[in-house]
């Protein structure tokens, strides 16, 4: 058993496709309950390129005294 996937057909966006399906199950489920603030912060981060979107998500990822 291989502790990662060796599979070429893995999308190399998976982190960001999962956080999109994230925040739009949010954005609808709990729109009631989100300020304006949140939802327009949600439509910033909607609105920006992919390469921008990833970047920011990969650095959510990180940990450390010098990422958050």
């Known amino acids: 058993m291989q502790p990662f996937s060796t599979d070429p057909k ?18 609808q489920r709990y729109e009631q309950v989100l300020k304006d603030a949140e939802r327009e912060r949600l439509q910033v981060f909607q609105a920006l390129p992919k390469p921008a979107r990833a970047l920011y998500t990969r650095l959510l990822q990180r940990k450390g005294a010098y990422f958050r």
């Open 10 to 27: 893995l999308n190399p966006f998976y982190y960001l496709d999962y956080l999109d399906y994230l925040l739009a199950f949010v954005s």
